[in-house]
């Protein structure tokens, strides 16, 4: 299978590269820089870059986009409307989207709507669950969006997923491990 992956430097990015090449896959590792990734062909692509996202979608199968929204106080509007965008965008390859825990749901009520949910979180939350609505509203869009538990953090697979359907499945999930999710689902 032909995957190409955005955010193939990244932590949770370089992870799915990683489990996608054991597999045997064939991997486009899409970053700001066109950084080189051993065993990938590489592509520079900005998320922003709606053509640059048709022409990966219509020389892969699959299409992963492993970018979560700037962490360092930037508004997240260009992230928001990059999204909205790609959710509007038929093609033929399948999308998987890292998702956040925070759009998961605890009774009916989004994790990051609970009273506990840590303030510093909330931006990044609440954006990806915005991102979540444009893909649940789609149609016509091939799509699946993985989040991972509440706390993500680098580490190998270690054979211990915890599976869950739109609530918080375990508290902590290695890169490694979600990765295998990752592949598995894709």
Do not use: C
Not at 129 to 156: C, H, K, N, R
Not at 159 to 183: C, H, K, Q, W
């Amino acid at each position: 299978m032909k995957i190409a992956v955005y955010g193939a430097t990244g932590m949770v990015g370089s992870q799915i590269v990683a489990e996608a090449l054991t597999r045997g896959h064939q991997v486009t590792a899409v970053s700001h820089s066109g950084k080189t990734v051993e065993g990938t062909t590489s592509a520079a692509a900005d998320l922003t870059d709606t053509s640059a996202y048709r022409k990966l979608a219509a020389e892969n199968d699959v299409v992963v986009l492993s970018i979560p929204p700037s962490r360092t106080g930037e508004d997240h509007q260009a992230f928001i409307d990059a999204h909205e965008e790609i959710s509007e965008t038929l093609v033929p390859a399948r999308l998987f989207v890292v998702g956040g825990a925070g759009a998961t749901e605890v009774n009916g009520t989004r994790l990051s709507d609970l009273p506990d949910f840590p303030e510093a979180y909330l931006p990044e939350a609440r954006t990806m669950g915005t991102v979540l609505d444009f893909y649940t509203s789609a149609s016509g869009l091939d799509w699946t969006m993985l989040a991972p538990a509440p706390e993500i953090a680098p580490g190998p697979a270690t054979g211990s997923i915890v599976l869950g359907n739109d609530s918080p499945a375990g508290e902590r999930v290695s890169t490694g491990d979600f990765a295998v999710a990752a592949l598995d689902e894709i």
